[in-house]
């Protein structure tokens, strides 16, 4: 079905052209003005010297004539510099501060919003989709005003110059808007559709990228390429039909113009044979008929453009009109400084509506405890930490921290006192020291230095080509998974977090890096509240308290020596650890 235009999303647009039209917009304004009467007074300036000038060979008369046209077009380019200039501003400036507000909303959602969307899709919002905009802010609404003056200033001297002559060439006119309004409803259908199956593009380009190691290591570059490929063509052939729709505006224009000079000289002819009007008059007619085509031509052409920056700015407006599913009430208190005494009582939650993966946990933690948390996959041990560090919110039950609802307070003063480390740590793009530094960003140099030698990571650090100041690339590609996860260590230490916590931090790492991690964890832990996810028995054979457990469920507790005493779930996993590792030598 047809979606109508929305002429709010145009109002909200405008809105942020708003705080910078009240310094520039009366500059634009008389730039505009000056422009346009300076295109309109040209064509007259012709009338007259035709008339008035060659005909009756007055030379003298047609020097200041000449002259005063020259001055024209000077005063028309000077005042087409300023309008430039200012334009170009206020467009950049809107630009600049709706991707800002898109970028720092985005920032706020919360999981739910990127669990249901690829990467490659946010990225598109961001920068296809506002670069999408910047025409229409920097020449779309401006041209649009000198165009529409423009246009009504022709048509008020034409039916001023002959009120006959004026009203048969306007006679087209109708028709085109009529074979032009149906034209545009397939414009507008087909650019959404381009914009669809652009975000579909950079979903799967971002997608390709990031797992380009499991594609060449499965060898599915082909029918990767392949997929591409369709998904290429299929984005060719629509904006082929959408560019092709755009076009064909021209020569209805074309057509138009044509059979209105037809009618001019055909008409005219006569009405000069008449006495009716001058030579000049008809020459000034034929010069404003192409003045009055080429605004309605590009007045099209914006149509279209405004087409495709609504269909942009829904794309854009949908996500800011996305609110977190993670709200803090509007006077929520600070988070005072922590303890690290967590409470947990009856936490329910579901990813999905009916499909629970927490069932009423209930757990006690004291400030200082490490609390390990085994089970399978899927059995919620991830859920959990999601939930306290407030990622999510439960559907019911809560969390308290040293007393305080987690949900009462404001989320950065929460999560700013909880460190976590992941078993796929994120290396940014820049320097080590700068990596460090993402834990705590006043830190001084010596700091991250410390934190760093803390965790033993300073040896690997000062052997690289630049020590702290050696470049990284995204995602720290040049290190090994151990540097990676020391790195982690760091940052987090250097945060000084009242609660930690470990997301399998110690997978994937060899002997030796694990012998250097375990010491680290020995500094990283100490005096903290600490919750660990591991499936390696020398991480969590030494936490204070061991919970297990299975589909949503808690169903063990306690030390280790206390799990395997009891010969439960916790002691068959350890079996089937020690199995493994003495059937894989």
Same mark, same amino acid.
């Given at each position: 079905?047809?979606?109508?235009?929305?002429?709010?999303?145009?109002?909200?647009?405008?809105?942020?052209?708003?705080?910078?039209?009240?310094?520039?917009?009366?500059?634009? !304004? %008389?730039? &505009? $003005?000056?422009?346009?009467?300076? +295109? /309109?007074?040209?064509?007259?300036? @012709? =009338?007259?010297?035709?008339?008035?000038?060659?005909?009756?060979?007055?030379?003298?008369?047609?020097?200041?004539?000449?002259?005063?046209?020259?001055?024209?077009?000077?005063?028309?380019?000077?005042?087409?510099?300023?309008?430039?200039?200012?334009?170009?501003?206020?467009?950049?400036?809107?630009?600049?501060?709706?991707?800002?507000?898109?970028?720092?909303?985005?920032?706020?959602?919360?999981?739910?919003?990127?669990?249901?969307?690829?990467?490659?899709?946010?990225?598109?919002?961001?920068?296809?989709?506002?670069?999408?905009?910047?025409?229409?802010?920097?020449?779309?609404?401006?041209?649009?005003?000198?165009?529409?003056?423009?246009?009504?200033? !022709? %048509?008020? &001297? $034409?039916?001023?110059?002959?009120? +006959? /002559?004026?009203?048969?060439?306007? @006679? =087209?006119?109708?028709?085109?808007?009529?074979?032009?309004?149906?034209?545009?409803?397939?414009?507008?259908?087909?650019?959404?559709?381009?914009?669809?199956?652009?975000?579909?593009?950079?979903?799967?380009?971002?997608?390709?990228?990031?797992?380009?190691?499991?594609?060449?290591?499965?060898?599915?570059?082909?029918?990767?390429?392949?997929?591409?490929?369709?998904?290429?063509?299929?984005?060719?052939?629509?904006?082929?039909?959408?560019?092709?729709?755009?076009?064909?505006?021209?020569?209805?224009?074309?057509?138009?113009?044509?059979?209105?000079?037809?009618?001019?000289?055909?008409?005219?002819?006569?009405?000069?044979?008449?006495?009716?009007?001058? !030579?000049?008059?008809?020459?000034?007619?034929?010069?404003?008929?192409?003045?009055?085509?080429?605004? @309605?031509?590009?007045?099209?052409?914006?149509?279209?453009?405004?087409?495709?920056?609504?269909?942009?700015?829904?794309?854009?407006?949908?996500?800011?009109?996305?609110?977190?599913?993670?709200?803090?009430?509007?006077?929520?208190?600070?988070?005072?400084?922590?303890?690290?005494?967590?409470?947990?009582?009856?936490?329910?939650?579901?990813?999905?509506?009916?499909?629970?993966?927490?069932?009423?946990?209930?757990?006690?933690?004291?400030?200082?405890?490490?609390?390990?948390?085994?089970?399978?996959?899927?059995?919620?041990?991830?859920?959990?930490?999601?939930?306290?560090?407030?990622?999510?919110?439960?559907?019911?039950?809560?969390?308290?921290?040293?007393?305080?609802?987690?949900?009462?307070?404001?989320?950065?003063?929460?999560?700013?006192?909880?460190?976590?480390?992941?078993?796929?740590?994120?290396?940014?793009?820049?320097?080590?020291?700068?990596?460090?530094?993402?834990?705590?960003?006043?830190?001084?140099?010596?700091?991250?230095?410390?934190?760093?030698?803390?965790?033993?990571?300073?040896?690997?650090?000062?052997?690289?080509?630049?020590?702290?100041?050696?470049?990284?690339?995204?995602?720290?590609?040049?290190?090994?998974?151990?540097?990676?996860?020391?790195?982690?260590?760091?940052?987090?230490?250097?945060?000084?977090?009242?609660?930690?916590?470990?997301?399998?931090?110690?997978?994937?790492?060899?002997?030796?890096?694990?012998?250097?991690?375990?010491?680290?964890?020995?500094?990283?832990?100490?005096?903290?509240?600490?919750?660990?996810?591991?499936?390696?028995?020398?991480?969590?054979?030494?936490?204070?308290?061991?919970?297990?457990?299975?589909?949503?469920?808690?169903?063990?507790?306690?030390?280790?020596?206390?799990?395997?005493?009891?010969?439960?779930?916790?002691?068959?996993?350890?079996?089937?650890?020690?199995?493994?590792?003495?059937?894989?030598?």
């Amino acid at each position: 079905m047809e979606k109508p235009f929305d002429w709010s999303q145009l109002k909200r647009l405008g809105k942020y052209m708003k705080p910078y039209s009240k310094k520039m917009l009366p500059i634009i !304004i %008389i730039t &505009i $003005l000056i422009v346009t009467l300076s +295109k /309109l007074a040209i064509p007259m300036l @012709i =009338t007259f010297a035709i008339d008035h000038a060659i005909l009756e060979k007055n030379g003298s008369l047609l020097l200041i004539v000449t002259g005063t046209m020259a001055a024209v077009y000077v005063i028309q380019w000077l005042s087409s510099n300023y309008r430039i200039r200012y334009t170009n501003d206020i467009g950049q400036r809107v630009i600049y501060d709706l991707r800002r507000d898109l970028f720092s909303h985005i920032q706020q959602l919360s999981f739910r919003f990127f669990d249901k969307r690829p990467a490659g899709s946010v990225l598109v919002r961001v920068t296809n989709d506002v670069n999408s905009l910047q025409d229409l802010f920097t020449n779309g609404v401006v041209n649009v005003l000198i165009d529409s003056i423009q246009l009504l200033g !022709i %048509i008020i &001297i $034409l039916l001023s110059f002959n009120l +006959k /002559l004026g009203l048969a060439i306007m @006679i =087209t006119v109708p028709l085109m808007f009529m074979v032009s309004t149906t034209l545009r409803k397939r414009i507008r259908r087909a650019w959404q559709d381009v914009r669809m199956k652009q975000s579909r593009i950079n979903s799967h380009l971002n997608e390709s990228i990031q797992g380009i190691r499991v594609t060449q290591a499965y060898t599915q570059e082909k029918d990767n390429m392949n997929y591409f490929d369709g998904m290429n063509k299929v984005n060719r052939f629509s904006w082929n039909k959408a560019s092709g729709l755009n076009q064909s505006f021209g020569p209805i224009i074309e057509i138009t113009g044509a059979i209105g000079y037809c009618i001019l000289f055909w008409y005219g002819a006569h009405l000069v044979q008449t006495g009716e009007i001058s !030579i000049g008059i008809l020459v000034g007619f034929a010069t404003y008929i192409g003045h009055f085509w080429d605004p @309605i031509n590009r007045l099209g052409q914006m149509y279209s453009q405004l087409l495709i920056a609504m269909a942009s700015s829904e794309r854009i407006f949908e996500f800011i009109d996305e609110k977190p599913t993670v709200e803090e009430n509007a006077h929520a208190p600070k988070m005072p400084p922590i303890k690290g005494n967590i409470s947990i009582e009856n936490l329910v939650f579901e990813y999905e509506p009916g499909r629970p993966a927490l069932k009423g946990i209930n757990l006690e933690v004291q400030a200082g405890q490490s609390i390990a948390l085994v089970g399978h996959t899927g059995s919620g041990k991830s859920t959990i930490i999601n939930l306290i560090s407030r990622f999510y919110d439960p559907v019911e039950g809560r969390i308290l921290i040293d007393g305080h609802p987690i949900r009462e307070v404001t989320i950065q003063s929460l999560r700013s006192q909880i460190g976590i480390v992941l078993q796929d740590t994120f290396i940014f793009s820049g320097t080590i020291r700068d990596n460090i530094r993402f834990g705590r960003l006043d830190a001084t140099d010596e700091e991250v230095e410390l934190a760093a030698k803390a965790v033993n990571a300073d040896d690997f650090i000062k052997d690289l080509v630049n020590g702290y100041d050696t470049e990284v690339q995204e995602r720290g590609n040049v290190l090994s998974m151990g540097q990676r996860q020391l790195i982690s260590f760091a940052r987090a230490l250097l945060a000084n977090p009242r609660i930690l916590i470990l997301d399998e931090a110690t997978a994937s790492i060899d002997t030796e890096t694990e012998l250097k991690i375990q010491e680290a964890l020995k500094i990283l832990l100490a005096g903290r509240t600490s919750f660990i996810i591991a499936h390696r028995l020398s991480t969590i054979r030494n936490a204070d308290n061991i919970v297990v457990l299975d589909h949503g469920r808690i169903m063990e507790m306690g030390s280790h020596e206390q799990l395997i005493e009891g010969k439960g779930i916790y002691y068959g996993l350890i079996q089937a650890q020690f199995r493994f590792l003495n059937e894989t030598g």
